[in-house]
């Protein structure tokens, strides 16, 4: 997993743009993934996951993308709405063991 | 359909006193739950998680403490709250098929002064 920093980074997009959030994962083991969005005060809610054995899964609106030659994840969302301000975590796990939570980043979109 | 459920929302409670946060999840038997605390502007950390009645592994050392007494209850406790707990806890389960998909609850947020 990736080391907690004291401040989140931040993506700002214009509305009804792309938003592409990134994560990057150390353990070449990791065999699933997933992407959750927290809104403020609040628990964080399920978006979208993926397993080792596919590079790109795509749901509604957002699309999930996985590099596992470089170990790198992408969230991407498509004509991104106010409603999709949040901050968004990714998250790995192999074998038997919990999910290992990245630091999280801030999309906050502009209208 | 499967809830999760976790009080209090707020919490403010003095240094060195008690604390006892609950979880329950309806709608599931044997899910896999999680304590896990957020400091502000930050990732999550992992604190506990059970598979199973009366299993605990803690992640971290610290002031806290897990327990399940019931397939479905999963409580975080402290005898003496340090200043340092303060944060936002949440609680979470899965399927007992795996630590995968995790189902998050909204959180307790605890300040102690």
């Known amino acids: 997993g990736e080391s907690v920093g004291l401040h989140l980074p931040t993506l700002s997009v214009q509305e009804g743009d792309n938003s592409i959030i990134n994560c990057a994962y150390s353990n070449s083991a990791s065999d699933y993934f997933i992407w959750y969005k927290q809104e403020s005060g609040k628990g964080p809610q399920f978006i979208i996951d993926i397993r080792s054995n596919m590079d790109k899964r795509q749901g509604q609106r957002v699309t999930v993308l996985l590099n596992k030659t470089v170990k790198h994840l992408s969230l991407q969302i498509a004509a991104t709405q106010p409603g999709d301000s949040a901050v968004y975590f990714c998250?790995?796990?192999?074998?038997?063991?919990?999910?290992?939570f990245g630091k999280g980043t801030r999309l906050s979109v502009i209208a | 359909s499967q809830t999760i459920h976790q009080w209090p929302a707020t919490l403010v409670q003095p240094v060195g006193s008690p604390l006892s946060l609950e979880c329950t999840v309806e709608?599931?038997?044997?899910?896999?739950l999680y304590w896990y605390r957020q400091a502000a502007g930050r990732g999550l950390q992992l604190l506990f998680y059970s598979v199973g009645i009366g299993q605990i592994s803690s992640e971290v050392p610290q002031n806290l403490s897990a327990s399940r007494p019931q397939d479905r209850q999963f409580i975080l406790s402290s005898k003496k709250l340090l200043l340092s707990d303060s944060g936002f806890y949440l609680c979470?389960?899965?399927?007992?098929?795996?630590?995968?998909?995790?189902?998050f609850g909204s959180g307790t947020q605890l300040s102690v002064l």
């Open positions: 979470a389960w899965a399927t007992g098929q795996g630590h995968e998909k995790l189902f």
């Open positions: 709608g599931t038997s044997n899910p896999n």
């Open positions: 998250a790995e796990t192999h074998g038997n063991t919990p999910l290992v």
